[in-house]
């Protein structure tokens, strides 16, 4: 009889998780999903309203609303701020930033207080979306993007080209910041482990098989908008471009998600401390405040990330074939899986050994999101606290 020990069963389990997740989850990895190339001009494009919603971006708006205003699209098109509770100037600047596209229609508005019951963000794009209606109710579509993001000139013809072939939500996942010494360990990881949980060709597919969606540049349709019976749907959600993804998935819309080549992140984080800090805000919430979950998830990230460079390590140690054989093969299925979403981010595909440590962190960062939130401090995010859960 064979006896195993323990770290070869685990090897053995982890070889068999990424044979599942490199040839069973929808390709996840191939970095494969892209908006099609610049339309040809048409006539007839349907309206578009941009929803800015700014919360003390004076760093980033006025590069925001520039590229937005500057937006080569044909059909009518109006870009809104929605100031929310701004007292840094970005208000004043989003409207010097419009001045300098005089020919596009542009305005600034104050979001009301907060109300009870829902996030920041939602809540000021709700009101956006009042007074959108005012301004632009002819729009078809209404394109969400944060006010720390820059799209090239193209951006939006290339969205609406996608949409009009049936989609209802369509959605990009910008370029991030990735220069500094902790972004480059830890940005390509959160864009791989988004594509882990949200398969870009499943969401893709026809019908959408699951509801992901990348609020920093999603395109919405209107009449999507209202099937689900407005953002008041999802208004407490801290994720909540993936929540109302899945809320149109639900009313029976397709969905479409992809890689942007021409819109970037303005945000840089920098530091390990920043990067932490906007994981454990929600990290705990994806995962439904379950701590059956989280145990579940700290065991799933221990077994695929650190097992693997452990049996391998182990089994050269020890002169054990299989337990080096099993963290080897493991370690080259990673290595494989991790090499497209590496070179997006311009990195060499042996930066792939850091994944561990990078996968390693976001469980620690995991753990403390459920920590705050027990403490009653989960949610954080522009000196607002929201505790849902």
Wanted: hydrophobic content about 50%; glycine content about 12%; proline content about 5%.
């Amino acid at each position: 009889m064979i006896h195993l020990s323990l770290v070869t069963l685990l090897g053995i389990l982890a070889l068999c998780a990424w044979l599942y997740l490199v040839y069973g989850n929808s390709g996840f990895w191939k970095v494969d999903q892209w908006l099609g190339p610049v339309p040809a001009r048409v006539t007839g494009l349907p309206g578009v309203i941009a929803i800015v919603p700014a919360r003390n971006e004076i760093a980033t708006i006025a590069k925001t609303v520039e590229s937005l205003a500057r937006q080569s699209y044909d059909g009518p098109f109006a870009v809104l701020v929605v100031d929310d509770s701004s007292d840094d100037g970005t208000g004043e600047a989003a409207r010097q930033a419009l001045t300098l596209v005089p020919e596009r229609q542009g305005w600034v508005v104050q979001a009301p207080p907060l109300a009870a019951g829902w996030t920041g963000k939602l809540a000021a794009l709700d009101f956006g979306i009042g007074e959108a209606r005012r301004f632009m109710p002819q729009a078809r579509y209404i394109w969400f993007t944060d006010a720390d993001i820059a799209h090239g000139p193209h951006t939006l013809e290339r969205l609406v080209a996608r949409a009009e072939q049936g989609f209802g939500l369509v959605s990009l996942m910008v370029r991030l910041d990735c220069r500094g010494f902790w972004d480059r360990i830890l940005i390509p990881a959160f864009v791989f482990f988004f594509q882990m949980i949200y398969p870009f060709p499943a969401v893709n597919a026809k019908p959408s098989r699951v509801g992901g969606a990348a609020g920093g540049c999603a395109l919405l349709r209107a009449e999507a908008l209202e099937a689900i019976g407005g953002l008041a749907a999802i208004k407490g959600a801290l994720i909540d471009d993936c929540a109302l993804a899945e809320a149109v998935r639900q009313e029976g819309y397709r969905l479409w998600l992809g890689h942007a080549d021409d819109s970037h992140s303005l945000r840089a984080y920098g530091s390990l401390d920043e990067s932490w800090k906007m994981v454990a805000r929600s990290a705990y919430t994806q995962l439904g405040y379950s701590w059956i979950k989280l145990l579940g998830t700290v065991g799933g990230m221990v077994l695929v990330f650190l097992v693997p460079p452990l049996a391998a390590v182990l089994g050269l140690l020890h002169g054990d074939l299989l337990e080096l054989f099993v963290g080897l093969a493991a370690i080259g299925l990673m290595l494989k899986a991790y090499a497209p979403t590496l070179q997006l981010y311009g990195q060499k595909p042996l930066e792939g050994l850091y994944l561990p440590l990078a996968g390693a962190l976001y469980t620690a960062m995991t753990v403390d999101s459920a920590r705050l939130h027990w403490s009653g401090r989960g949610g954080a995010w522009k000196t607002r606290t929201y505790d849902f859960g």
